[in-house]
């Protein structure tokens, strides 16, 4: 059974920072691309940042030189870093997986940044 555990959302100020930690089980973590996705309300979910097995990084044009997506293989868990947030940050995060052609979802972390 496939687990992807999001965890380290909150309500932070703007120009804050948070962690986000996703906890994988289930798959063969270190041979998955993992990603991280948000969704506003009334909004669609986007991509955020992801990172493939090799720790190559892509990023969302809004989050570049604010937030870093990284993973540990060795503790199955992917993590991404936010900094300097802004109000418009404020969402649902959810962590994704890539696994063996099958797309996993986690159960989504709200995210709140107040102006």
């Known amino acids: 059974q496939v687990q992807l555990v999001e965890s380290g959302g909150g309500l932070v100020q703007a120009g804050g920072s948070l962690r986000l930690s996703c906890a994988a089980s289930g798959i063969i973590f270190r041979a998955s691309a993992m990603a991280w996705y948000r969704q506003a309300p009334g909004k669609e979910r986007e991509l955020v940042a992801r990172?493939?097995?090799?720790?190559?990084?892509n990023y969302a044009d809004s989050v570049k030189d604010r937030f870093t997506i990284s993973r540990d293989n060795a503790e199955n868990t992917v993590y991404l870093e936010m900094n300097s947030l802004k109000p418009e940050d404020t969402a649902v995060y959810y962590c994704?997986?890539?696994?063996?052609?099958?797309?996993?979802w986690g159960q989504g972390t709200q995210v709140t940044v107040s102006s």
């Open positions: 990172i493939n097995m090799f720790s190559s990084t």
């Open positions: 994704h997986a890539l696994s063996v052609g099958t797309a996993y």
